[in-house]
């Protein structure tokens, strides 16, 4: 099963900045859409940003304005800055990659803030 490889996750206070990184190997060819989803104990995974190869983007409502995610294609990686952040966005955050084939994963990075 081939893997993203995420990096950037820890513990932050409230109010602070994390930045997550995702690489696709290069055997994930033709990639379309590449994105963030976030799993909180309890709770369903939930799409936080995504984005396409054209550079269009949509954000979850509860981080729109704090985070921003954007992609370098050349090196198949995406990004996701996350400020001004609060003890809700806790969660394990997965990255993910689409194309015709279907989908790929991260193993997760879990994010902690605390308050």
């Known amino acids: 099963q081939v893997q993203l490889v995420e990096s950037g996750g820890g513990l932050v206070q409230a109010g602070g900045s994390l930045r997550l990184s995702c690489q696709a190997p290069?055997?994930?060819?033709?990639?379309?859409?590449m994105g963030w989803y976030r799993q909180a104990p309890g709770k369903q995974r939930e799409l936080v940003a995504r984005?396409?190869?054209?550079?269009?983007?949509n954000y979850a409502d509860s981080v729109k304005g704090r985070f921003t995610i954007s992609r370098d294609n050349a090196k198949n990686t995406v990004y996701l800055q996350m400020n001004n952040l609060k003890p809700e966005d806790t969660a394990v955050y997965y990255c993910?990659?689409?194309?015709?084939?279907?989908?790929?994963w991260g193993q997760g990075t879990q994010v902690t803030v605390s308050s």
């Open positions: 984005i396409t190869s054209g550079g269009s983007t």
């Open positions: 290069g055997s994930i060819f033709s990639i379309t859409t």
């Open positions: 993910s990659a689409h194309n015709y084939l279907g989908a790929y």
